[in-house]
Nanobody
Framework: QVQLVESGGGLVQAGGSLRLSCAAS????????MGWFRQAPGKEREFVAAISRSGFSTYYADSVKGRFTISRDNAKNTVYLQMNSLKPEDTAVYYC????????????????????WGQGTQVTVSS
């Protein structure tokens, strides 16, 4: 089992920044590719970003590319999502997730491919 706990969400004005963290415990963190997803009210959960086990490869949804940066610190068992130039449409509950099966670009974009999920953290961007 892997336990994931997100933090860092909050209320920010458009154009502002937030940094989300996801702390993992349980099994070996470096064995897992990690992803960030978000879900707005009335919408399906959507892919935001993912990072390979080593951190060498990163992937982003087109809607956040150039504004968000995913990173990880395997020594601290933590994955981060730095969010800059936030927009009201970024408002959602953000979830981190882990998968041990694959780090490929096509695999990590689908929420059904993840084994473990955090409880989510709310991000609200005001206009």
């Amino acid at each position: 089992q892997v336990q994931l706990v997100e933090s860092g969400g909050g209320l920010v004005q458009a154009g502002g920044s937030l940094r989300l963290s996801c702390a993992a415990s349980g099994r070996t963190f470096s064995n897992y590719a990690m992803g960030w997803f978000r879900q707005a009210p009335g919408k399906e959960r959507e892919f935001v970003a993912a990072i390979s086990r080593s951190g060498f490869s990163t992937y982003y949804a087109d809607s956040v590319k150039g504004r968000f940066t995913i990173s990880r610190d395997n020594a601290k068992n933590t994955v981060y999502l730095q969010m800059n130039s936030l927009k009201p449409e970024d408002t959602a509950v953000y979830y981190c997730a882990g998968t041990s099966y694959s780090s490929s670009s096509s695999y990590v974009r689908f929420p059904g491919n993840y084994d473990y999920w955090g409880q989510g953290t709310q991000v609200t961007v005001s206009s």
